[in-house]
C-alpha cells in the first residue's frame, strides 16, 4: 500500500467513526476506539479533523489519546502478547514469566520484535486471577503459563 | 433423544480450553444441544461440562478437549461415572455452604436469554419495582442495609435518596465496572454469566430515582463481558424490558455499554464520570457529589456491578431477607473472589462474618504450591497485606477496618513463603506511578518517589534516614492525596513494612 493509500484508508476510518459516534453524549472516547478497532491504531494526523469535528480543541483530544494505556498511536506487530502484572499472576509465578517472555522475545514492555512480528504489552489484570499466569495473545485468554508453555503458544501460533 | 450439555464461555473456562471442548463435542456429533453458560465459580474444574439428566445436571471437570471421546463412551450423555464426574454440582462442598444471592444463576443459566432469566426467577424484582413509588424502592434498599460493594461501603440507599431528592429532569444511573483491582473478577463473571441481573438492577435504579438513561462503564480488558453484556442488553430491549414504555408500564429506560481505555484511576467515581463524557480520567475535587452534579452535571447514580446487581433479589424478598445475612453493620452476602496461590480458587458468596482462615482453608484448600501461605492481600493493590495471625478476622467491614485492613471488592490473593515482600511494596509505589492520573502532586510524585526509597532501603544506602522519609511519604500521601489511589497506595507498602520488617533489611548492591 502506497503512503497515499494509507492516508486514505486512515481518514475514511475516522470519517466513518465520526458519521457514527460524532452524535453520542461525551462522544470522544467512543470516537477513538472506532478507530482504533478499525486500524488497530489512532493516527496523530487524525487529531485535526477528530477535534474540529467534536467541537474540542487539539490539545483535549491528544490529551485524552495519550491519557488512556489502551489507545495506541502506532500500528503494533502482527501479533500481540500481553502479559498480566499484576499481584495475583505474581504470586503464581507471573515474574518469572515476564522475564522469560523478554528474553525470548528480545524486547522489553512496548516493545516490538526487529521483523514486526510480535509486539509485547504489560496489561493490569485481566479478572483471570485464579489460574494465573496469564497472557492475551492476539486477543485468546491463557491460564497457567508457565515458561515451556509459553513457548509452546508462541511455536503454535506463528513465528517471531 | 437430544441431550442438553451445558459448556461454560465465561473468560476463565475459554482460556483453559472450553471452546476446545465444544469443538470436541460437536466433531462427535452425539445428539447433543449445547448450551453456553457462565461459571459457576469452581475456576479450578474448569472446564466444567454439565449434562442434564433425569436426576438434575451432572458434572464433570476439568475436561480437555482430548477427554471427550473417553467420557463419550463412557456414557457422559447419562450421567454415567468417570475420573473426572463431580456429580451434581450444587452439592459439592464448595457450593453447597455457599449462599447466592447475588450470584444465584451464575453458571446456571443461559446468559443472553430473558426467557431462560424469567424461567429462573429473573425480573421479578422488576416487576415489584414497577407497583411502587420511587420513594418506596429507595427505602426498600435502603433497609436492606446495602453498602456500596466497589469498596467504598458506603450505603446504597443514601446514595439512592440524594439523587431523588434533586429536582431536575433528567438524571443518570451509571454502573462502574471498572474492575481493576488484581484478584477481583466477581464483576466479570457475573456480566458473563448473568448479564440481566445487572440489566434489572439498574432498571430498577431508574425507576427508584426517575433516571431514563443508564451507562455500564466497562473494563476493556474484558472483551468476552463487552460481548455478552451488549446481547444481554438487546435481548431485554426486544423482549419489552428496556426502552420507551418497560413491560407497557409507560415508565422509561434505556441502557448503553461504554467501554473504558485501560485506566485503573477511572474505578474512582469522578473519574469514571470524567471518562463517560469522553474526557481524561483524572479526579475531581468533590464536593459536589456526582448524586448533586454527576455525569453532563445532573444528578447521578453510581454504583458497583455487584451492589446493583444485588438490588433485584432485595426487591424480590425484602429488606428484611437481605438484612438477615451477614454482621454488625456488614448486612447481606459478599461475593468473595479466592485468587492468587490457592488450590482451590473461585468465587464464593456468604454472609459478611465468614472468616479468612475459612475461606482460605475451607474452601480455597491452602496454597497451590503446597508451601504456608505467607500473607493475603485483600481488596485489591491498594489493600493492606494481612499476615496469618490475623487469619481468623471475619470478613466484615468493621472487623477487617480494625486489623488494617479491608474488604474492598472482596477479591483475594494468597502468596506463598516465596514472596518477597519489599518486592510487592515496591510494586505498589510502581503500580501507582503507572496508574496515577497526575492531578495531585502526593501520587504523581509520591508514587514514583516511593519506589526509589525502598530501593534505597534495600541497597543500604542510610536505610534510618529511608525509612524515616518513606514514613513521611506515606503520611502524605495518605493525608494529601485526592482519591483512593494515591491516597490507599501506602495500605500494602506500611502492612508489608509492619508485619514483615525481615524483608526489608539492606541486601547491599544486587
Known amino acids: 500500500m502506497s503512503i497515499v493509500e494509507a492516508n486514505e484508508v486512515e481518514q475514511a476510518a475516522v470519517e466513518s467513526a465520526l458519521q457514527r459516534f460524532g452524535q453520542e453524549p461525551g462522544p470522544l472516547l467512543v470516537v477513538l476506539h472506532a478507530v482504533q478497532d478499525h486500524l488497530g491504531y489512532i493516527p496523530t494526523t487524525s487529531i485535526p479533523a477528530i477535534a474540529e469535528r467534536l467541537n474540542l480543541s487539539r490539545a483535549e483530544v491528544h490529551g485524552v489519546l495519550t491519557f488512556y494505556h489502551h489507545f495506541r498511536t502506532h500500528p503494533q506487530g502482527r501479533r500481540v502478547v500481553q502479559i498480566c502484572r499484576a499481584e495475583a499472576c505474581q504470586a503464581r509465578g507471573g515474574e518469572a514469566l515476564e522475564a522469560h517472555a523478554k528474553q525470548c522475545l528480545g524486547v522489553d514492555y512496548h516493545g516490538t520484535t526487529a521483523d514486526g512480528g510480535t509486539t509485547l504489552e504489560a496489561i493490569y489484570c485481566m479478572g483471570n486471577c485464579a489460574t494465573g499466569p496469564s497472557i492475551r495473545i492476539d486477543g485468546k485468554l491463557h491460564s497457567h503459563v508457565t515458561a515451556a508453555r509459553f513457548d509452546k503458544l508462541m511455536a503454535t501460533r506463528g513465528t517471531h | ?510
Not at chain 2, 41 to 61: D, F, H, K, N, Q
Not at chain 2, 360 to 367: A, K, P
Not at chain 2, 443 to 459: E, F, W, Y
Not at chain 2, 488 to 507: C, I, N, Y
Open chain 2, 1 to 510: 433423544m437430544v441431550t442438553r450439555v451445558y459448556v461454560p464461555k465465561d473468560s476463565t473456562a475459554l482460556s483453559l480450553g472450553a471452546d476446545e471442548v465444544v469443538a470436541a463435542l460437536r466433531k462427535a456429533k452425539a445428539p447433543i444441544e449445547i448450551i453456553r453458560t457462565g461459571t459457576r465459580g469452581m475456576l479450578w474444574l474448569e472446564p466444567l461440562v454439565e449434562v442434564e439428566t433425569s436426576a438434575g445436571r451432572i458434572a464433570y471437570g476439568p475436561v480437555s478437549a482430548d477427554d471427550v471421546p473417553g467420557l463419550l463412551a463412557a456414557g457422559l450423555l447419562t450421567g454415567a461415572s468417570h475420573a473426572l464426574r463431580i456429580g451434581k454440582p450444587e452439592d459439592h462442598p464448595y457450593l453447597k455452604t455457599q449462599q447466592r444471592l447475588t450470584f444465584a444463576r451464575v453458571g446456571i443459566v443461559d446468559p443472553s436469554s430473558v426467557e431462560d432469566y424469567i424461567a429462573h426467577g429473573g425480573y421479578r424484582g422488576l416487576e415489584r419495582a414497577l407497583t411502587m413509588a420511587p420513594a418506596d424502592i429507595v427505602k426498600t434498599v435502603a433497609d436492606s442495609g446495602l453498602r456500596g460493594r466497589g469498596g467504598a461501603a458506603f450505603p446504597t440507599g443514601i446514595k439512592w435518596k440524594t439523587v431523588l431528592d434533586q429536582n431536575e429532569p433528567q438524571k443518570y444511573v451509571t454502573c462502574n465496572a471498572d474492575e481493576g483491582d488484581s484478584g477481583t473478577f466477581a464483576d466479570r463473571m457475573l456480566i458473563e454469566g448473568d448479564p440481566l441481573t445487572l440489566v434489572e438492577g439498574m432498571t430498577i435504579a431508574g425507576l427508584a430515582v426517575n433516571a431514563t438513561m443508564g451507562y455500564v462503564y466497562l473494563r476493556v480488558e474484558y472483551p468476552e463481558a463487552i460481548d455478552t453484556l451488549r446481547a444481554a442488553i438487546a435481548a431485554a430491549y426486544k423482549a419489552g424490558y428496556l426502552g420507551a414504555s418497560i413491560k407497557g408500564s409507560g415508565k422509561c429506560f434505556d441502557l448503553s455499554v461504554r467501554v473504558a481505555a485501560g485506566a485503573y484511576v477511572c474505578g474512582e467515581e469522578t473519574s469514571m464520570l470524567e471518562s463517560l463524557e469522553g474526557r481524561r480520567g483524572e479526579v475531581r475535587v468533590r464536593p459536589p457529589l456526582p448524586a448533586i452534579k454527576g455525569l453532563f452535571g445532573k444528578p447521578t447514580i453510581v454504583n458497583n456491578v455487584i451492589s446493583l446487581a444485588s438490588v433485584p433479589v432485595i426487591l424480590e424478598r425484602g429488606a428484611d431477607f437481605y438484612k438477615n445475612f451477614g454482621v454488625g453493620r456488614s448486612m447481606g452476602t459478599l461475593p468473595i473472589q479466592l485468587a492468587g496461590n490457592l488450590k482451590q480458587g473461585g468465587l464464593v458468596e456468604r454472609a459478611f462474618g465468614v472468616t479468612l482462615r475459612e475461606v482460605l482453608y475451607d474452601y480455597g484448600g491452602g496454597s497451590a504450591s503446597g508451601r504456608p501461605i505467607r500473607t493475603i492481600q485483600m481488596g485489591g493493590p491498594l489493600g493492606a497485606y494481612i499476615p496469618p495471625s490475623d487469619f481468623d478476622t471475619p470478613i466484615d467491614y468493621e472487623a477487617l477496618a480494625a486489623v488494617g485492613a479491608l474488604v474492598g471488592h472482596g477479591g483475594i490473593v494468597a502468596f506463598d513463603d516465596t514472596v518477597d515482600m519489599a518486592k510487592m511494596a515496591r510494586y505498589a509505589f510502581e503500580f501507582c506511578a503507572v496508574e496515577s492520573c497526575g492531578k495531585c502532586t502526593p501520587c504523581r510524585i509520591g508514587s514514583t518517589r516511593g519506589a526509589n526509597l525502598i530501593d534505597n532501603l534495600l541497597a543500604g544506602n542510610k536505610p534510618a534516614e529511608q525509612r524515616a522519609l518513606l514514613e513521611g511519604l506515606c503520611d502524605t500521601m495518605l493525608q494529601g492525596s485526592l482519591c483512593g489511589l494515591g491516597g490507599m497506595t501506602p495500605f500494602p507498602v506500611q502492612s508489608a513494612m509492619k508485619h514483615f520488617p525481615e524483608d526489608f533489611a539492606p541486601r547491599g548492591r544486587h
